[in-house]
């Protein structure tokens, strides 16, 4: 619904600006009136607030206790950038993109897609690979576009910081 939408947008904007360090998680929770400020000021209905404000905090806090969360946030001196608005010609069209997070590391572009999916049942591996599948298009476009961006192989990934969860998607 909306409201899930407006968590995804809002946790992908703070992981545009969050940094790994000792006093991390400590300004994701002073944050926490800021977040409910800007639901409201999106029309986020009053009963759905708190567990807005709560998914948002338990999604950025999840990024700083997850090895692979800190692994992607880490910064990288070569090609690192977080939100990188793109344009190729793919097929004699003009497509548009935006990459979550990509940097270079150990000689491979890394290309990394947040997902605020949030998965209470089951059968986790089932689901994850679904996700996979479902972004497959995009995650092309993605690799496509990437591999422009210098010499280095692309590799892709989708992360999940709610269920601390990555799968590399293997196009």
């Known amino acids: 619904g909306e409201t899930a939408r407006q968590i995804g947008i809002l946790v992908h904007a703070c992981l545009q600006d969050l940094r790994c360090d000792e006093r991390s998680a400590a300004r994701v ?40 969360g800190r692994w992607i946030l880490a910064e990288y001196p070569a090609h690192d950038a977080r939100e990188l608005a793109l344009s190729a010609n793919l097929g004699g069209r003009v497509t548009n993109i935006v990459l979550d997070r990509t940097f270079v590391h150990q000689g491979e572009r890394w290309v990394i897609d947040y997902k605020t999916s949030h998965h209470g049942g089951g059968q986790l591996e089932s689901f994850l690979q679904s996700e996979l599948e479902r972004y497959d298009d995009q995650l ?14 692309v590799r892709v990934g989708l992360y999940f910081p709610l269920m601390r969860a990555f799968r590399e998607w293997r196009g």
């Not at 409910?36 to 990024?63: C, I, K, S």
């Not at 092309?140 to 192989?153: H, K, N, S, T, V």
């Open 29 to 68: 929770y002073a944050q926490r009136e800021a977040y409910r400020a800007w639901f409201t000021a999106r029309g986020v209905p009053l009963e759905q607030l708190d567990t807005a404000v709560a998914r948002v905090t338990e999604a950025l806090l999840a990024v700083l206790e997850d090895e692979k």
């Open 140 to 153: 092309r476009r993605y690799a496509r576009i990437a591999a422009r961006l210098g010499p280095e192989p």
